[in-house]
Structures are given as C-alpha cells and as structure tokens.
Nanobody, 115 residues
Framework: QVQLVESGGGLVQIGGSLRLSCAAS????????MSWVRQAPGKGPEWVSG????????TYADSVKGRFTVSRDNAKSTLYLEMNNLQLEDTALYYC????????WGKGTLVTVSS
C-alpha cells in the first residue's frame, strides 16, 4: 500500500533552516507529481510546494517563494523540502502528499519556529 513518511521537523529559531524528507513506498514514485502541504495550529491546510515527476517543474506558494526549495531523488523514492530563513508563521505540521484520484498523505512532521 502507499506509504508516505515524513521526517526532519523540529524546533528552530527565527531565521534558521530545516530540511524535511518524505520517504515514499508502495507505488512508482518516479511517475507522480508530489506536493508538500502544511497546517498551522487552528488553520486549514495550505499547499506549500510541488514538483513534477521529471524534476523539471517546481512550484511554490507565494508565502515560501525564495525561502523554500523542493527536490526529489527518484532513485531513493524520497521527496525533500529545504526551508531557509524560517519565520514564526512557518510553524505547522508539514505533510507530503500525492494527489489525484485517491489522495495520499503522510502523518506529518512538526516544524516549530521560535523567537
């Protein structure tokens, strides 16, 4: 079955950096567009970034553009999100997701940005 397992979250100060990973299994990872979505406390989900299967097209929400970089290693079936210059408003549970037909989400990894 499809499994998405995020890791790499943690507590970081304003301006700091983190790198999130998402290990995928149960499907042909290299064939799918993958996304990162986050949910801040008390708010709805926010799409953050996406990357196509061929690693040619990367898209970002305006709120993270210029600070976050999405990447993937299809040989390792792993999705990444490099987050720099983190701000308080980046505090959230971060999920990797595969959308389309049936949507699949991981359980998320918590990123907390403190002052």
């Amino acid at each position: 079955q499809v499994q998405l397992v995020e890791s790499g979250g943690g507590l970081v100060q304003i301006g700091g950096s983190l790198r999130l990973s998402c290990a995928a299994s149960g499907f042909t990872f290299s064939s799918y567009y993958m996304s990162w979505v986050r949910q801040a406390p008390g708010k709805g989900p926010e799409w953050v970034s996406g990357i196509d299967a061929g690693v040619k097209i990367k898209t970002y929400a305006d709120s993270v553009k210029g600070r976050f970089t999405v990447s993937r290693d299809n040989a390792k079936s792993t999705l990444y999100l490099e987050m720099n210059n983190l701000q308080l408003e980046d505090t959230a549970l971060y999920y990797c997701a595969r959308f389309g037909g049936i949507d699949y989400w991981g359980k998320g990894t918590l990123v907390t940005v403190s002052s």
